[in-house]
């Protein structure tokens, strides 16, 4: 059976007919179930039938008594379909299995997920393998086509190729195009671009949108592109201009930005009271903002601000199971969608006792239920990152007249480097660190300073960035070296070395930018990793975020990239990069 197209071959149906025509028996039974009915936006009793992962029947009756039948006992419990998440990003030093499966616990068992991460490191055979692969997990995944590359790097054509693109966008498990970070270019006639997005349209998918602070003229034009919906509003007048043009839209509550309670009282004063084309996302957040789980602390949200419990929970399920097309098969508990389903002692408490998905307990009577799908990552390329060369004392040269001040976790502004630059070690009396980005094969470097970063990081070194490229970031050129060869012996990770000796690593043995750990285990090291760099002078929301964000070109308003010194207002390389 194929995920993505919810597929069963006769013979499994007509298996199913029967079981529904008491001559076999389903594998198992919620009885006496209170259940959300999304058709009927009401709370209806009934008992679910489950075989092989799909629904059967709902309804008042029961099976004849049979051995292989296994039946639970809802009563005084209340079920909803799986919550959804439409906007995840997989690689953020988790992976999508350990977040899938930690996620799972609080009742999200479908994650449509961001590939730039494949497009970037993973052979392009073995990346749509890759989706194949999850195909076989009990969880949903499901996946963008990203159009660009959300920096700049040479020779971008060389990646994103007509017949890979095309692939990625004709795939089973690809369930749109996007997200349009790269818009201006679309604007300033980029036809190739457009070319993308038409071929998207004509396999009736989705294009998500990426339009922070966009006029409504910019919002219409985007909406002839065919933007379909956009996770960017950030105030609740925004929303109700992008509903008001047609959009879907996603409200967000992320790590850098926890904006639900703001826009959801803002929506009502300005008069949304429908939210049929709402949904919630998390937008991809670092890994201790999920250490209470993920679309769960969302409807929680809404629920302390007044929003009725069904639409609460519609908006994170039912309609984006709807907006995708994928409610043949997920969204809603009825005959013949997946069997994806969380069992609630209270709607007011959106925290599961039970996760059923796609037929299997990841969760029973609130204990974890052992999963067997694993994802070998070596087997898509993705092991651990080979560095075959050395960074000598040299490459740390620094001598940029315009360096990278930091706004918050992830504006960067433009300021003059006055600083003496040429020392082996900075003084820790000002918040200026040394910064680098070298490229992973070794052939080209770009130094210059970073401005508000920390005051006392002496070495510092990441494989976590958005290119996946080398960061190098501190006081002390020594401890930047030390740093830089401990993370060359882990295979890609991050570093923090003071005064000769590592303090913190986090090994990243996914190609340098994730980690094989489970959530949990993250979770743990990332609050450490926060801990020790704001002791050091840290002082914004998310330093995971920093690291990320340090390259990417759809923020305002200095970037450091595989190009150079990227101006992204001008669209402009300021200081090229340097050959080693």
Not at 508 to 533: C, F, M, R, W, Y
Request: charged share 25%.
């Amino acid at each position: 059976m194929s995920q993505s197209v919810f597929y069963w071959k006769g013979k499994e149906i007509r298996e199913q007919i029967d079981i529904v025509s008491n001559k076999s028996a389903p594998n198992l039974v919620l009885e006496n179930a209170t259940y959300l009915n999304s058709f009927l936006k009401s709370w209806e009793t009934a008992n679910i039938w489950i075989h092989k992962g799909r629904i059967i029947y709902v309804g008042p009756d029961m099976p004849p008594p049979a051995e292989s039948t296994e039946v639970t006992d809802c009563r005084g419990r209340y079920l909803v379909p799986g919550y959804i998440e439409p906007h995840a990003h997989p690689f953020q030093l988790y992976n999508p299995q350990s977040l899938a499966e930690y996620v799972s616990q609080y009742g999200t068992t479908t994650l449509i997920n961001d590939n730039l991460f494949l497009l970037l490191y993973c052979d392009k055979k073995k990346a749509l393998t890759l989706l194949d692969a999850f195909q076989s997990s009990p969880l949903h995944m499901f996946w963008w086509a990203r159009l660009d590359l959300q920096t700049e790097i040479p020779r971008e054509d060389l990646l994103l190729t007509l017949d890979y693109m095309k692939a990625w966008i004709q795939h089973d498990s690809v369930i749109q195009a996007g997200e349009l970070t790269g818009w201006p270019k679309l604007l300033d006639g980029d036809d190739l671009l457009l070319q993308w997005i038409c071929e998207t349209k004509q396999q009736r998918k989705r294009i998500e949108g990426h339009f922070p602070g966009a006029s409504p003229r910019t919002l219409t034009k985007m909406k002839l592109f065919g933007a379909d919906c956009d996770h960017e509003a950030m105030t609740g007048e925004e929303v109700r201009e992008r509903l008001a043009q047609g959009y879907h839209v996603s409200l967000r509550h992320s790590s850098i930005r926890p904006d639900l309670p703001k826009l959801l009282d803002e929506m009502k004063n300005c008069g949304i009271h429908h939210y049929e084309q709402i949904m919630f996302t998390t937008d991809g957040s670092t890994p201790l903002f999920y250490e209470d789980g993920m679309t769960n602390k969302m409807i929680s949200i809404a629920l302390e601000k007044g929003i009725d419990p069904i639409t609460a929970y519609h908006m994170a399920s039912f309609h984006i199971a709807r907006y995708y097309g994928i409610d043949h098969m997920l969204g809603a508990i009825a005959p013949g969608r997946s069997a994806n389903i969380n069992i609630l002692e209270s709607p007011e408490i959106p925290l599961p006792l039970s996760v059923l998905s796609k037929g299997q307990w990841m969760k029973k009577a609130g204990k974890k239920q052992e999963s067997t799908s694993a994802i070998r990552w070596s087997d898509h390329s993705l092991g651990k990152m080979e560095l075959n060369w050395e960074l000598r004392g040299d490459d740390l040269q620094f001598s940029m007249p315009l360096g990278l001040k930091m706004r918050n976790s992830v504006i960067m502004e433009p300021y003059s480097v006055t600083i003496d630059s040429s020392l082996e070690e900075l003084s820790e009396e000002h918040d200026e660190s040394f910064l680098s980005l070298l490229d992973r094969k070794g052939e080209w470097r770009v130094n210059t300073v970073l401005k508000g970063f920390a005051s006392s990081i002496s070495g510092f070194a990441s494989s976590y960035s958005t290119t996946g490229d080398i960061l190098l970031i501190g006081k002390k050129k020594s401890d930047m070296l030390l740093a830089f060869q401990r993370m060359k012996e882990l295979g890609g990770g991050i570093v923090l070395v003071e005064d000769g000796a590592t303090i913190f690593e986090l090994a990243l043995v996914i190609n340098g930018g994730a980690s094989d750990e489970n959530l949990p285990a993250l979770i743990s090291k990332t609050k450490e990793l926060g801990t020790l760099l704001r002791e050091r002078g840290y002082r914004f929301e998310d330093p995971v975020y920093t690291l990320l964000f340090l390259s990417s070109t759809h923020l305002p308003y200095l970037r450091i990239t595989p190009r150079g010194i990227y101006d992204v207002m001008k669209k402009t390389i300021l200081f090229p990069s340097i050959m080693r």
